[in-house]
């Protein structure tokens, strides 16, 4: 039997329905209290935007819309046919590649045990699960043990491209969690041909003017919990990818890549990391 939806956070239910109603996912992935969030969020966004000034759907959808086209050029280019989608949530990404490219791309969505029981339950009550697609159990923070990403990473094909996708998830972590994470998806990914990780992050220069601070305040308060700022710039995040495993990394700023589609207010707090190994 899975938990409640109640032990989801409200961020997971806001940006669910986010996806829903800008067209990037499916009913059967968005909650009652993710509508809710968004409708009663919805009059502040619309002033925010109509000021200028940054929005949660700004940055939500920049991201995820750039994650999404760096991926499907890696599966295009034959880099990647293998993905793991850590802390999935109520993403729509896994159901929206496996229908787009079928038995071609080997699909693993994870996240915390009550979450993908949840996710799971959703996508198989509405045939949404395609062969090839698999949600389970996954403990980000784990070295070892059945829920660590390095036992998950042992039932792939070791002769496929394969990816690791983040995207929410390292803000809510201290700076070591992070660098802990990096090591750990560049190790597992130095067990394939070619590895890439993808994940947005958002960096302490880019949020350091007043609409900037007021709106990470109001966000920290959403969260009812800190949101980690762990690099001063792109050139410590690089640094420290690199010295991650990555030997291949960049950052991406989504008002400057059209693959994001239309750019809100709220774009600019965000990036996107592609990094590679192999």
Do not use: C
């Amino acid at each position: 039997m899975a938990r409640s939806s109640e032990a989801i956070s409200p961020t997971a239910h806001y940006t669910g329905y986010a996806w829903f109603h800008h067209g990037l996912s499916h009913q059967a992935l968005v909650t009652p209290q993710g509508r809710l969030l968004f409708n009663a969020l919805k009059p502040w966004s619309l002033l925010a935007q109509s000021r200028g000034k940054p929005t949660v759907d700004g940055f939500l959808l920049a991201r995820h819309r750039l994650i999404d086209a760096l991926l499907e050029q890696a599966i295009a280019e034959g880099r990647v046919t293998q993905v793991i989608e850590i802390a999935a949530g109520f993403s729509p990404r896994g159901w929206d590649f496996k229908r787009r490219h079928g038995r071609r791309l080997r699909y693993i969505e994870a996240d915390l045990p009550h979450m993908a029981e949840w996710k799971l339950q959703r996508l198989e009550r509405n045939g949404l699960l395609l062969p090839g697609h698999r949600v389970q159990p996954l403990d980000a923070l784990a070295d070892l043990g059945p829920l660590s990403l390095s036992a998950l990473a042992d039932r792939l094909d070791p002769a496929q491209g394969t990816a690791i996708v983040t995207e929410g998830l390292l803000n809510y972590f201290d700076r070591d969690a992070v660098l802990g994470m990096w090591r750990r998806f560049a190790g597992v990914l130095s067990r394939f041909p070619q590895g890439l990780y993808l994940s947005d992050l958002h960096l302490a220069n880019d949020n350091r003017g007043t609409s900037q601070r007021v709106f990470g305040k109001l966000l920290q308060a959403f969260v009812r919990g800190r949101v980690h700022l762990h690099f001063p710039d792109a050139g410590e995040a690089l640094a420290q990818l690199r010295e991650a495993g990555f030997p291949e990394a960049r950052l991406h700023d989504p008002r400057q890549e059209p693959q994001a589609g239309r750019i809100l207010p709220g774009a600019e707090l965000v990036r996107v990391i592609e990094a590679r190994r192999g």
